[in-house]
């Protein structure tokens, strides 16, 4: 059974900070990529973040120097910190497991419930 479960949203004043988490269980995590999506309400999910199984990352250009992603092959964790936190922010947050060679991403069938950000003007 694979098992994707989000976690770490909340409300948060423009320029704060969250860290979100993503736990993952009935895959092998460490030879697979992870990406992070949002959706915000009345527009497509969107790649905000990838990396792969050796650790490379890539980020959407909307993020680029305020987020950083990475995993912990130990907990089967994938994270988000989310820094500068601006109003267009907001969203829910979903973790995916796909692959990643080298800057392309391919998402996976796989999605958890989400958590929800939202960052007040």
């Known amino acids: 059974q694979v098992r994707l479960v989000e976690s770490g949203g909340g409300l948060v004043q423009t320029g704060g900070s969250l860290r979100l988490s993503c736990t993952t269980s009935?895959?092998?995590?460490?030879?697979?990529?992870m990406g992070w999506y949002r959706q915000a309400p009345e527009k497509q999910r969107e790649l905000v973040a990838s990396?792969?199984?050796?650790?490379?990352?890539k980020y959407a250009d909307s993020v680029k120097g305020r987020f950083t992603i990475s995993r912990d092959n130990g907990k089967n964790t994938v994270s988000l910190q989310m820094n500068s936190l601006k109003p267009e922010d907001t969203a829910i947050y979903y973790c995916?497991?796909?692959?990643?060679?080298?800057?392309?991403?391919?998402?996976?069938?796989?999605w958890g419930q989400g958590t929800q950000v939202t960052v007040s003007s």
């Open positions: 995916n497991v796909g692959r990643q060679y080298g800057s392309t991403w391919y998402s996976g069938d796989y």
């Open positions: 009935g895959i092998a995590f460490g030879i697979y990529g």
């Open positions: 990396i792969s199984s050796t650790s490379s990352t």
